[in-house]
């Protein structure tokens, strides 16, 4: 299998999208924010590539509107708003950033390696945004366009630059024995801020075992949808199941009455007094139209109903002690499936995090309907 980090992190997003984009090839307009990064990321290899004089502040930022599409913007102010965010951007950067400072080994740099035992590999492809040498040895930078920012552990046990080293080690392998002099970034350009880290051989063991895992369960075919925040973005809504009802054309002649079924369901969920023989009723009503149709979210005039399957955990307290203990973790778990579990899992080394996940056992399910109001 052929397979870039971005289509890997779509799926771990949502494997349905995986499908409709990958396997599918079905093309959907650029959103506003790809549009807005890809005129970023043009402007910062215009900011960076190596001439005899470098490029002005005034030169990068008449290069930025030159590259610039309004068209993507449902209005002007949002239009204006978004050109205003790109210009500071660019001005910040050369607040804190000396083009002439740095010495670029490579920018885009296209990259594609095999990783697994020979007669089953597969080939990672993508695009470095830009390698430097240092006085160290070298820093691998990815640009980043996004609001918000993580913390220091998550770059830390960023999969992304893990596969840009991985990526760079391909092409210059010697440098595996100089990882310690080796610098991975993600500089987040809106925030002005460069957030930096280093890999171990172990790390990068687990960033490809976490490929290859990936891969294996691509290959069963099974790409069921994941509805997350991202959904609000994605292109693919009149395609995915979990949007059916929103797209719907043909409607039943039992429209009307389930519409109103919905409409009423919303209105009596949100109410401070809610008849609950009534709410019943109409959950069954809907939950049976669901069934009817094959959906699992519909769509009303003032809000939409998904149904969910709820399972509540709980882990097997010696597993989890075993884990956690050797890390020094154990004694800040006030409790089993507590606040405190949770706060330290994102800071776990992948190989514990699938450990823990292990240990963790379905306590009961239940079916629900959950509202989400206009």
Not at 5 to 30: A, E, G, H, M, N
């Given at each position: 299998?052929?397979?870039?980090?971005?289509?890997?992190?779509?799926?771990?997003?949502?494997?349905?999208?995986?499908?409709?984009?990958?396997?599918?090839?079905?093309?959907?307009?650029?959103?506003?924010?790809?549009v807005f990064g890809s005129v970023i990321h043009d402007?910062?290899?215009?900011?960076?590539?190596?001439?005899?004089?470098?490029?002005?502040?005034?030169?990068?930022?008449?290069?930025?509107?030159?590259?610039?599409?309004?068209?993507?913007?449902?209005?002007?102010?949002?239009?204006?708003?978004?050109?205003?965010?790109?210009?500071?951007?660019?001005?910040?950067?050369?607040?804190?950033?000396?083009?002439?400072?740095f010495n670029i080994v490579d920018l885009e740099s296209r990259f594609q390696f095999e990783i697994g035992p020979e007669g089953d590999s597969h080939t990672i492809s993508g695009?470095?945004?830009?390698?430097?040498?240092?006085?160290?040895?070298?820093?691998?930078?990815?640009?980043?366009?996004?609001?918000?920012?993580?913390?220091?552990d998550k770059v830390d046990n960023d999969l992304q630059l893990s596969v840009y080293l991985r990526a760079f080690l391909s092409r210059y392998p010697k440098e595996i024995n100089n990882l310690d002099k080796i610098t991975v970034s993600l500089y987040f350009?809106?925030?002005?801020?460069?957030?930096?880290?280093?890999?171990?051989?172990?790390?990068?063991?687990?960033?490809?075992?976490?490929?290859?895992?990936?891969?294996?369960?691509?290959?069963?075919?099974?790409?069921?949808?994941?509805?997350?925040?991202?959904?609000?973005?994605?292109?693919?809504?009149?395609?995915?199941?979990?949007?059916?009802?929103?797209f719907k054309e043909l409607r039943h002649i039992d429209t009307e009455e389930i519409n109103q079924a919905i409409q009423e369901f919303v209105e009596l969920?949100?109410?401070?007094?809610?008849?609950?023989?009534?709410?019943?009723?109409?959950?069954?009503?809907?939950?049976?139209?669901?069934?009817?149709?094959?959906?699992?979210?519909v769509f009303g005039k003032k809000g939409v109903i998904a149904r969910s399957l709820r399972k509540t955990y709980k882990y097997d307290e010696k597993k989890l002690r075993e884990i956690l203990e050797p890390l020094d973790k154990w004694e800040e778990v006030l409790k089993v499936d507590g606040v405190a579990l949770k706060n330290i899992l994102d800071s776990l080394p992948f190989a514990q995090k699938k450990e823990v996940e292990k240990a963790k056992v379905v306590n009961k399910e239940s079916k629900a309907l959950i509202v989400k109001k206009k």
């Open positions: 299998m052929r397979i870039s980090y971005s289509s890997l992190d779509t799926y771990l997003i949502c494997p349905l999208k995986y499908k409709f984009q990958v396997i599918d090839r079905i093309k959907t307009p650029k959103s506003k924010e790809a402007t910062m290899k215009f900011i960076q590539t190596p001439s005899i004089l470098s490029p002005t502040l005034d030169q990068a930022m008449e290069h930025f509107a030159n590259a610039w599409n309004p068209a993507v913007f449902e209005n002007p102010d949002e239009e204006r708003g978004a050109f205003s965010q790109g210009i500071k951007i660019i001005q910040e950067y050369y607040k804190k950033n000396n083009p002439t400072d695009i470095i945004d830009r390698i430097d040498k240092t006085e160290e040895g070298y820093e691998i930078i990815d640009y980043k366009t996004t609001k918000k920012m993580p913390t220091q350009l809106k925030h002005g801020v460069k957030l930096s880290a280093k890999r171990t051989k172990e790390q990068l063991d687990k960033s490809e075992q976490l490929f290859l895992d990936t891969i294996k369960i691509i290959e069963t075919g099974k790409f069921e949808p994941s509805i997350s925040p991202l959904c609000d973005w994605c292109g693919y809504q009149n395609l995915c199941p979990m949007w059916k009802h929103k969920r949100s109410a401070v007094t809610i008849t609950k023989d009534r709410l019943k009723q109409l959950q069954e009503a809907i939950m049976q139209y669901m069934d009817q149709e094959g959906v699992e979210r």
